[in-house]
């Protein structure tokens, strides 16, 4: 976390501002790993490893939360890989060296300021992605014939620019106006709500506050592994999120995955947005930032779920990790011609992808195999996952290698 936070845009939803302004204040401020900070967990997905093709070594394709600190570190990771950076906010990425960075959404407008403020970095390709896009959707999926007990999700910390206090305030708007409301608040943290920061404790007094009925509304549930998300989601009838400003979101993404439509304030990232949708027509609905007009729209939602086609709309050129692959290798296409193969020739790709890693594309990207290093954390797994990519390419799959 560096740089000056934003901390107006969290409950104004009109900035009195020129948008240049704007895109300064958003891109001050980044939780990206930079090389003068300490350790961390850095967080990395290999999206397409690196691979020898017609007798040269072709570069794979990295999504990292630390580039700059990544290539300090580790400085043979550019000869295996291209490294695409994210801000894990809605700012764009600080790093000078990554060869991509994550944009969030298609905003031409923004773009073209960034290259007009920072020509420097005009090699850098800028992908309208971010990691929130790379969720297994394979992983996680709707699961049939699970009663739904509860009306809403929410998967969210305990942070202030979550607006919480807004949302028990539009459930108890809701109460007053329709009758009971169930909200399933999910900790994106891993703390149990026991032992909560005092600023997260103050937060949740807020929103009892908020709510004369918070304890019969909210059910708190504590931090989940991805591979129980699917069963958490599925007791709901849809999910809602009430940010006005964050980075592009996991929790959107998984809640379309399992097939739940979204109620969420129009004015999400509006600025990072510019006219780019939030989400497919059909994958749900949002409100003002005012308390009533988002109480009923979340009435309307839980009485129309039928017309809604999250899962559905959400695969279909939205997002998805085919769809962000396929963009991803087009975007770097004018620097690699390869990748263009890639996509236009499955069969060669997974011919040479299986001499290499013993592997086809798509076990891959899916982590179907646990002894894939496609997806590590911190130094000592980013070490072993460059040993593990070097050894494939020169003596082929049986290395070995496993997290």
């Given at each position: 976390?560096?740089?000056?936070?934003?901390?107006?845009?969290?409950l104004n939803a009109?900035?009195?501002?020129?948008?240049d302004?704007i895109?300064?204040?958003l891109?001050a401020f980044?939780w990206?790993r930079?090389?003068?900070?300490?350790p961390?967990?850095?967080?990395?997905?290999?999206?397409?490893?690196?691979l020898?093709?017609d007798?040269r070594?072709?570069?794979?394709?990295?999504?990292?939360y630390?580039?700059d600190y990544?290539?300090?570190?580790?400085?043979?990771?550019?000869?295996l890989f291209?490294?695409?950076?994210?801000?894990?906010?809605?700012?764009?990425?600080?790093?000078k060296?990554?060869?991509?960075i994550?944009?969030?959404y298609?905003?031409?407008?923004r773009?073209e300021?960034?290259?007009?403020?920072?020509?420097?970095?005009?090699s850098?390709?800028?992908?309208p992605?971010?990691?929130?896009?790379?969720?297994n959707e394979?992983?996680i999926r709707?699961i049939?014939?699970c009663?739904?007990?509860?009306?809403?999700?929410?998967?969210?910390r305990?942070?202030?620019f979550?607006?919480?206090?807004f949302?028990s305030s539009?459930a108890?708007?809701?109460?007053?106006k329709?009758?009971?409301l169930?909200?399933?608040?999910l900790n994106?943290?891993?703390t149990?709500?026991?032992?909560l920061?005092h600023s997260?404790q103050?937060?949740l007094?807020?929103?009892?506050?908020?709510n004369?009925?918070?304890?019969?509304t909210f059910e708190?549930?504590?931090?989940?592994?991805w591979g129980q998300?699917?069963k958490?989601f599925s007791?709901?009838k849809?999910?809602?999120?009430?940010s006005?400003?964050?980075?592009?979101?996991?929790?959107?993404h998984?809640?379309?995955c399992a097939?739940?439509p979204?109620?969420?304030?129009?004015?999400?990232?509006?600025?990072a947005?510019?006219?780019?949708?939030?989400?497919p027509?059909?994958?749900?609905?949002?409100?003002?930032?005012?308390?009533?007009?988002?109480?009923?729209?979340a009435?309307?939602?839980?009485?129309?779920?039928?017309?809604?086609?999250?899962?559905?709309?959400?695969?279909?050129?939205?997002?998805?990790?085919?769809?962000v692959?396929r963009e991803?290798l087009?975007s770097f296409?004018?620097?690699?011609?390869?990748?263009?193969e890639y996509?236009q020739s499955?069969?060669?790709?997974n011919?040479?992808?299986?001499?290499t890693?013993g592997?086809?594309?798509?076990n891959?990207?899916?982590?179907?195999d646990?002894?894939?290093w496609?997806?590590v954390s911190?130094?000592?797994?980013?070490k072993?996952m460059?040993?593990?990519h070097?050894?494939c390419?020169v003596?082929g799959?049986?290395?070995?290698?496993?997290?």
């Open positions: 976390m560096v740089g000056i936070y934003p901390k107006e845009y969290e009109k900035i009195e501002k020129p948008i302004d895109y300064r204040d891109d980044t990206e930079l090389v003068n900070e300490g961390d967990e850095v967080l990395s997905l290999v999206v397409q490893p690196p020898k093709w007798g070594l072709v570069k794979g394709i990295l999504f990292t630390g580039a990544l290539i300090d570190r580790f400085p043979q990771i550019q000869e291209r490294l695409v950076v994210t801000s894990r906010w809605c700012s764009l990425p600080w790093s060296h990554a060869d991509g994550f944009g969030l298609d905003n031409p407008r773009f300021w960034f290259r007009s403020q920072y020509p420097q970095r005009n850098q390709v800028i992908l992605f971010q990691e929130a896009d790379w969720t394979a992983l709707p049939a014939d009663e739904k007990d509860v009306d809403l999700i929410c998967m969210s305990l942070t202030s979550k607006n919480l206090p949302l539009a108890a708007v809701y109460k007053r329709y009758g009971p169930r909200v399933l608040l994106g943290y891993r149990p709500f026991a032992e920061a997260e103050q937060i007094k807020s929103m009892r506050q908020a004369p009925w918070f304890d019969e708190l549930h504590e931090f989940v592994e998300l699917s958490v007791r709901a849809a999910s809602v999120m009430t006005l400003i964050e980075g592009k979101n996991r929790a959107i998984e809640a379309m097939d739940l979204l109620l969420c304030l129009a004015d999400f990232n509006r600025y947005r510019g006219d780019a949708a939030l989400f027509e059909k994958a749900g609905v949002l409100a003002p930032f005012d308390q009533e007009q988002f109480a009923d729209a009435y309307h939602l839980l009485n129309h779920l039928p017309e809604f086609k999250a899962r559905e709309s959400y695969l279909d050129g939205f997002s998805g990790l085919k769809h692959y991803t087009a296409s004018g620097l690699e011609p390869i990748y263009r996509i499955p069969d060669e790709l011919h040479h992808m299986f001499k890693y592997q086809k594309l798509e891959y990207l899916y982590g179907r646990p002894q894939l496609n997806r911190g130094d000592r797994q980013h072993l460059l040993e593990y070097f050894g390419l003596r799959p049986h290395l070995g290698g496993g997290q």
